[in-house]
Structure formats: C-alpha cells, structure tokens
C-alpha cells in the first residue's frame, strides 16, 4: 500500500506548479541540445541523425553497422536522462522558492556588501577568525541541515540520486558505442556527434582545441557519408 504523501511533499508539490510551468520551455539538457545542434548542422540526412525512440531507418540499416543501433540506444538514455533531471529542477525550483538558497551573507566584506557563501570554505577564507566567523558558519550548517530534511522529505534527493544514475546509464551506453567498430562513414559521424555531445566542455570551447577540429572532422565525414 502506498505511503501518503506528506506534508512536506504537498506543500513542494504546490510550490512546484509554478516552477513547472517555467521550466516546461526550459527545451533539452545541455547534452541533447549539442547532440541535436550538432546533427542540424550536418549535410547528411537530417531524418537519418535526428531520429530516436528506435527510429525506422535502424530497422533496416542496423545489420549493417552495429554503432546506428547503438547510437540510438544513446538517444534513448539521454532522454530518460532529460526527464530525471526536469524533474529534479522542478522539486528544487520548489524548494528554493519556499526557503531560498542555503547559504549566508556575508556583509562589509572586502568592501562586497553582496557577497554570498554557500560552503564553510568560503565563510573561512573571507571572514576573520572570531565570533562574527563561527556564527556566520553556525547559521550555514543550520540552512543546509534545514534544505537536506527538506530535500529528503520532498522526494529531491531519490530524485538526483536517480538522475545521477540515469546520466551513468548513458555514460556505459556512450562507452559501448565508441567500442564497437564502426563499418560504415555513418557510424564514424555517429561516434563522434555522442563524443562532441557527452565530452565538449561547453559551447563556448567549440572554437578551442581540440573540440574545434573534431567539429571541422565531423562536417567532413559527414560530407562523405553523404555522397558515398
């Protein structure tokens, strides 16, 4: 019999409404937004790349090379993925807005009257030994015990315990894909779309080494695999 949900979990979960309805346009993780920017800008078939959910074209091209398969068992772990981790960002979205950031400020330091520290770290290195310092900490250590009974009680730590996993399934999915050899140009621009999608630090190390080359690789494999 199923547990009732408690008080914590209806009110995060009225809370979470409002923040649902923002993150609806929030569009892919930043993983499957490079995955689908990159194969938009190949010449390639776009049907071929952009297809998921065991598109059609696999059915009758797997057989020939293992990595379209593979690629899209790829697709389908970054979008369980995609909806573990909006599900995350909408309890936490909740939880900040009920109790704010755990965190202190830390006032007429270093002339920053803004600064903020979330971590005992940050309080130590910027504040003096004394009591304003161990209060300012106490005063943390309370907030963050605060925001984990919460996070328990709503349900977001299973949540990010299981977004944690799921990003590890499309880790082991992504490390089966470069080890199977590829025999067809396709299955190279496959491997190498998952590598620029998981591994790219960000978008702004596209036009750095070596992200920069592999992205000018990828364009020209594509371009073969396209007329071959």
């Known amino acids: 019999m199923a547990r009732p949900p408690s008080p914590m979990m209806l009110e995060v979960g009225i809370a979470a409404a ?33 297809a998921e959910d065991d598109p059609s074209w696999l059915r009758h091209r797997s057989g020939l090379d293992q990595t379209l398969r593979l690629f899209a068992e790829v697709q389908g772990r970054l979008a369980e993925h995609e909806r573990a981790l909006q599900a995350c960002d909408q309890l936490e979205a909740a939880l900040v807005a009920k109790f704010g950031y755990p965190r202190v400020r830390l006032t007429g330091i270093l002339g920053l009257p803004d600064r903020f520290a979330a971590d005992l ?24 015990a605060r925001w984990a009974d919460a996070a328990q009680a709503c349900g977001l730590t299973p949540a990010q315990e299981r977004e944690d996993a799921l990003f590890r399934a499309v880790r082991d999915a992504a490390d089966s894909l470069y080890a199977m050899p590829a025999t067809t140009l396709t299955g190279l621009v496959l491997k190498l779309v998952v590598l620029l999608s998981l591994e790219e630090p960000g978008e702004a190390a596209s036009a750095a080494s070596p992200w920069r080359e592999l992205r000018l690789i990828l364009l020209d494999l594509s371009a073969i695999a396209t007329v071959a």
Request: hydrophobic share 40%.
């Open 18 to 50: 409002d923040a649902d309805s923002k993150l609806a346009v929030a569009g892919f993780s930043p993983t499957r937004r490079r995955l689908f920017t990159l194969m938009a800008a190949l010449p390639a078939a776009q049907p071929q790349y952009a």
């Open 121 to 144: 770290e940050t309080i130590a290195r910027l504040v003096p030994p004394g009591r304003r310092r161990e209060r300012l900490q106490r005063v943390l250590r309370r907030r963050q």
